[in-house]
T-cell receptor, first 113, second 121 residues
Framework: DAKTTQPPSMDCAEGRAANLPCNHS???????VYWYRQIHSQGPQYIIH???NNETNEMASLIITEDRKSSTLILPHATLRDTAVYYC??????????????FGQGTRLTINP | GAVVSQHPSWVICKSGTSVKIECRSL??????MFWYRQFPKQSLMLMAT?????????EQGVEKDKFLINHASLTLSTLTVTSAHPEDSSFYIC?????????????????FGNGTRLTVT
């Protein structure tokens, strides 16, 4: 089962910042938070990941709360091409060091002109 | 960046036939590859974890005899849908991570292929 919860949908105006929240209240101390997005009929695209410090790359910023129970993905200047389903994922640890990514339902972000 | 190539991108087959989907890591070695399935308007569902040189680990409810996975090299994993039926029609997606022998690679993100749309008639 997915270890994260996200709102099912969000809207944002083109050019504005899109802030996508994610709750992961059962996250363990050494588990990373990963963000992916999926544009229709394509494979998921990696965006960013982090452990406890805020992270920024050319695509987005990731803000993780101090207790690590939630995080926010920020797209600073959303464009129409950012319309996609965004997934927040916490890795599921298996035995003997194995691990897997379990996808929840994600947030369908629509950027409006 | 790491590239995962999936082939074919789409395939149509007749009921009862078998279909093979290839997943290749183009510029890195992948000890582990993952196979997902996605139905329309739904999220990705993990089917199995493919380990190079050993048997795949299947998720609960996924028939290992129907979805044959082979991971014979560090750059190639294949998924064969045997005796396909219309209900197997779906979007199949693979992903891979670089081999891990350090903390940084252990937590490195998965890279996904662009998926294979299977239609069984």
């Amino acid at each position: 089962d997915a270890k994260t919860t996200q709102p099912p949908s969000m809207d944002c105006a083109e050019g504005r910042a899109a802030n996508l929240p994610c709750n992961h209240s059962t996250i363990s101390g050494n588990e990373y938070v990963y963000w992916y997005r999926q544009i229709h009929s394509q494979g998921p695209q990696y965006i960013i990941h982090g452990l406890k410090n805020n992270e920024t790359n050319e695509m987005a910023s990731l803000i993780i709360t101090e207790d690590r129970k939630s995080s926010t993905l920020i797209l600073p200047h959303a464009t129409l091409r950012d319309t996609a389903v965004y997934y927040c994922i916490v890795r599921v640890e298996l035995s003997r060091g194995a691990q897997k990514l379990v996808f929840g339902q994600g947030t369908r972000l629509t950027i409006n002109p | 960046g790491a590239v995962v190539s999936q082939h074919p991108s789409w395939v149509i087959c007749k009921s009862g036939t078998s279909v093979k989907i290839e997943c290749r890591s183009l510029d890195f070695q992948a000890t582990t590859m993952f196979w997902y399935r996605q139905f329309p308007k739904q999220s990705l569902m993990l089917m199995a974890t493919s380990n190079e040189g050993s048997k795949a680990t299947y998720e609960q409810g996924v028939e290992k005899d129907k979805f044959l996975i082979n991971h014979a090299s560090l750059t190639l994993s294949t998924l064969t849908v045997t005796s396909a039926h219309p209900e197997d029609s779906s979007f199949y997606i693979c992903s891979a991570r670089t081999s891990w022998d350090s903390e940084s690679s252990y937590n490195s993100p998965l890279h996904f292929g662009n998926g294979t749309r299977l239609t069984v008639t």
